[in-house]
């Protein structure tokens, strides 16, 4: 199966650094754990001798025995993901899906919808070497194509393929997985199924998910999102994120300007240091947009970033307003609902209509946002990464990526911060806004899969 455009994808490749140790069964060579070398000098080449090699070591249990031995400084080895995709051999024994229902602290409204609580799907995939990965599907109306009954549905579908597939590469797998959950219409389910493999495969080798992408950091800082709500409340929230560390708002604009225009005023008198990012999420039409631009120019406040200010499908209008706010007042726009593939991409490109585009992995898969994250480094776009109202189950893996990469402009992972309750184990660590990926394997997230049921 071959996934377009991803052979241009360049990862950092993998090295051995075990070359003062003795000679090693190719068992041995493969998953020297404690020496930091995951395969040999020479790739396994799978069309000859190698192809049919199936480990059985008890890998898991060396993981958690060795992993922890290496600090996160320990190595200046990158570790290859495309070469884990031609290498590793993948063999499910179970996979799953559940409902993940969790409540909000308060209604999440933006301009095109309004989110009680998140009505999610979580995903389990236990590999039969015993490692599991997890993942998680969001769900959100008229944002995702996909609502909770079809995730579900979909989501059984691709577990039932894994569960049935003959042993084969991990590459081979996430082909299966996108040719049973292709496109738009399915990319939030196929980026939870990505994630839970993706997960299982890097905890069977013992690395966590920030170096399998790059190892460029394993720390990212966030903004945090305020809905649309009064001044009051807006104030309220922006002194609340001032206290707690955030230097970055994210303002949720579109529905009413004169109202929009009120909360800015309040939000900066709480916080007259904070930086803006402004969110229309489809909201404005062009000549609204460029008015907000206007007003907030009078009031001495320049937005370090306007998102998505026009219908996705409004291209001309997209493209005006990027470069009335580029060449009069110099801030940036951001298409996030009009880069839903890797097609919208290279049209955003081609018509220069926007200076940042949003890789949002339920837009896209994780196949796919490595794709438009090579083809958007590569025309000069500037990256933004942010998601829809997730638990840290898949803002943890986001967070990993973003991470290891290391090459986004805008980071907006908060919405495990707009919860209630907070379902998952372990995984990162939250300072204020910043968050800390120690974990020694995979993304470190994990439910108690029972009480979810």
């Not at 839970?196 to 905890?203: R, W």
């Not at 994120?241 to 225009?261: C, P, R, S």
Request: hydrophobic letters at 45%; proline letters at 5%.
């Amino acid at each position: 199966m071959v996934m377009a455009g991803f052979s241009s994808y360049h990862f950092p490749t993998l090295t051995n650094q075990s070359k003062s140790l003795k000679t090693k069964t190719p068992q041995e060579e493969m998953f020297s754990i404690g020496s930091l070398s995951f395969f040999p000098k020479t790739p396994l080449n799978l069309s000859k001798s190698h192809k049919h090699l199936k480990l059985q070591l008890p890998i898991c249990n060396l993981c958690v025995k060795n992993s922890m031995e290496v600090p996160a400084t320990a190595s200046a080895t990158n570790f290859g993901f495309k070469n884990l995709m031609e290498t590793f051999t993948v063999e499910v024994q179970k996979a799953e899906n559940r409902p993940l229902n969790v409540p909000l602290i308060a209604p999440f409204t933006i301009a095109s919808s309004r989110l009680d609580k998140v009505e999610n799907v979580a995903i389990r995939i236990e590999l039969k070497n015993g490692c599991v990965g997890w993942g998680e599907a969001p769900v959100l109306p008229f944002v995702t194509a996909e609502d909770q009954p079809t995730a579900m549905a979909k989501a059984k579908e691709a577990c039932e393929m894994l569960k049935s597939c003959s042993s084969m590469t991990l590459g081979a797998v996430l082909g299966e997985i996108g040719d049973v959950l292709p496109g738009h219409q399915f990319a939030s389910v196929r980026a939870g199924v990505e994630m839970a493999l993706i997960d299982a495969v890097a905890k069977s080798i013992g690395i966590p998910l920030w170096r399998l992408f790059g190892g460029a950091s394993n720390t990212i800082t966030t903004d945090i999102t305020i809905p649309i709500v009064s001044p009051s409340e807006a104030a309220a929230l922006a002194s609340k994120y001032h206290k707690q560390g955030f230097k970055t708002l994210k303002l949720k604009v579109g529905k009413n300007l004169k109202a929009d225009i009120e909360v800015l005023q309040a939000i900066r008198a709480a916080h007259p240091d904070c930086s803006f990012i402004l969110d229309a999420n489809e909201g404005y039409r062009p000549e609204e947009a460029i008015e907000v631009l206007e007003k907030l120019h009078e009031m001495g406040v320049t937005p370090v970033l306007f998102e998505q200010p026009v219908h996705r499908d409004d291209w001309e209008g997209l493209g005006r307003v990027s470069h009335f706010a580029k060449n009069k007042y110099e801030v940036s726009v951001a298409a996030d609902e009009s880069c839903r593939s890797l097609a919208d991409v290279k049209k955003i490109v081609q018509g220069e209509l926007a200076d940042v585009v949003n890789i949002k992995l339920a837009k896209v898969g994780v196949l796919g946002a490595l794709d438009i994250i090579e083809v958007a480094k590569a025309s000069g776009l500037n990256l933004m990464i942010g998601g829809m109202v997730e638990t840290r189950l898949a803002m943890g893996f986001a967070g990993h990526l973003a991470a290891g990469l290391g090459c986004f402009q805008f980071v907006d992972l908060d919405t495990p911060l707009l919860l209630s309750e907070d379902p998952v184990l372990e995984g990162y660590e939250v300072l204020g806004a910043v968050y800390k990926f120690t974990n020694a394997r995979g993304h470190g997230g994990f439910l108690h899969w029972e009480n979810i049921a």
